[in-house]
Nanobody, 115 residues
């Protein structure tokens, strides 16, 4: 059974940094795509960044230049380094993987950017 466990959320001041991690268990083959989405209160879930097994990266325009996605295939883990955080980055962040043509989601981790 595939499971995703996220960590690293919390409260940070504007301009600060956080690093999110998501570890996948129950996988035996390469994960095609690993990524992060977020959902702010009253808004739809939106893409933050994705990274394919081949190294192709996609960022939303709102985080380009501030966030960096990376993955460790040996650990089946994806990371999201978030710098220069803004109040509008406040949301629940969800890990997502495309594994054997199925999508899996983590439970979500809260990121709050506030002074």
């Amino acid at each position: 059974q595939v499971q995703l466990v996220e960590s690293g959320g919390g409260l940070v001041q504007p301009g600060g940094s956080l690093r999110l991690s998501c570890a996948a268990s129950g996988v035996t083959f390469a994960i095609s795509v690993m990524g992060w989405y977020r959902q702010a209160p009253g808004k739809e879930r939106e893409l933050v960044a994705t990274l394919t097994n081949g190294g192709w990266i996609n960022y939303s325009d709102s985080v380009k230049g501030r966030f960096t996605i990376s993955r460790d295939n040996a650990k089946n883990t994806v990371y999201l380094q978030m710098n220069s955080l803004k109040p509008e980055d406040t949301a629940v962040y969800y890990c997502n993987i495309d594994y054997l043509s199925r999508l899996y989601w983590g439970q979500g981790t809260q990121v709050t950017v506030s002074s």
